[in-house]
């Protein structure tokens, strides 16, 4: 499944981060990349243990807990702190796919990438190109968002940003373990969730709607690692 969240952040959040985040001292993004991304990738990135990444860090963090579409679609189990990447002068990331295991920086915590986020955090209009561009059975999907929006995606799929033409394009990317390994089966509860919420809506005193939860919560019994 691949989802657009709006409106993680909100426009006094992104401009909090981008005011840290441009003041930061930037390293090449290879830093970060397994052997064959390294080859790909052409970026550069606020280094994972300074003060800048832990403060934009925390701030995604906490507006992501606040996130009920967030935390329906992705059922996190461990989310890696988030890094913060920035493409300009024609830069890009060639196809490639995550990798499956990252260990988060000073801790033994290993974290299994289940899913991949995107953050954005430069309004569309300042930069040209620079699309992320996820693949599927489907074809490859463009995803260029608002500042602030966010796109999950399976971690497993082939992706990659386009060349950035003009501006400067700044992000955050990070991965989530989920407990519900399975894409297919987080799909089927995120789908149900959303009917169940619907439903609470429109008819708040159904029985039915007790009866789907129940639903719901077995099946994450039956499909859950915590
Ligand atoms: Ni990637």
Not at 41 to 51: E, F, G, I, L, R
Not at 80 to 88: S, V
Request: with cysteine.
């Amino acid at each position: 499944m691949m989802l657009h969240i709006p409106a993680v952040l909100n426009a006094a959040q992104v401009e909090e981060c981008r005011r840290v985040l441009d003041a930061a001292e930037w390293v090449d993004g290879r830093v970060t990349a397994g052997h064959q991304s390294a080859v790909a990738k052409d970026n550069m990135q606020v280094p994972a243990d300074s003060p800048a990444a832990r403060q934009a860090g925390d701030l995604v963090l906490s507006a992501l807990s606040n996130s009920a579409l967030f935390i329906s679609a992705a059922l996190p189990l461990k989310v890696f702190p988030p890094l913060f990447n920035r493409y300009r002068g024609g830069q890009a990331f060639g196809n490639h796919v995550d990798n499956a295991i990252r260990t988060v920086p000073g801790t033994p915590v290993r974290v299994r990438t289940d899913l991949s986020a995107t953050l954005f955090l430069s309004p569309p209009g300042d930069y040209d190109g620079g699309e992320l561009i996820v693949d599927d059975a489907y074809g490859g999907h463009t995803v260029k968002l608002p500042a602030g929006h966010m796109v999950l995606y399976p971690a497993s799929s082939l992706h990659r940003v386009t060349p950035v033409t003009r501006g400067a394009r700044v992000s955050s990317f990070f991965w989530i373990q989920s407990m519900v390994r399975s894409d297919q089966q987080r799909t089927l509860l995120f789908d149900l969730d959303g009917a169940i919420q619907r439903l609470g809506g429109a008819l708040p005193h159904d029985e039915g709607i007790v009866q789907l939860t129940a639903v719901y919560h077995n099946l994450l019994r039956m499909w859950a690692d915590t």
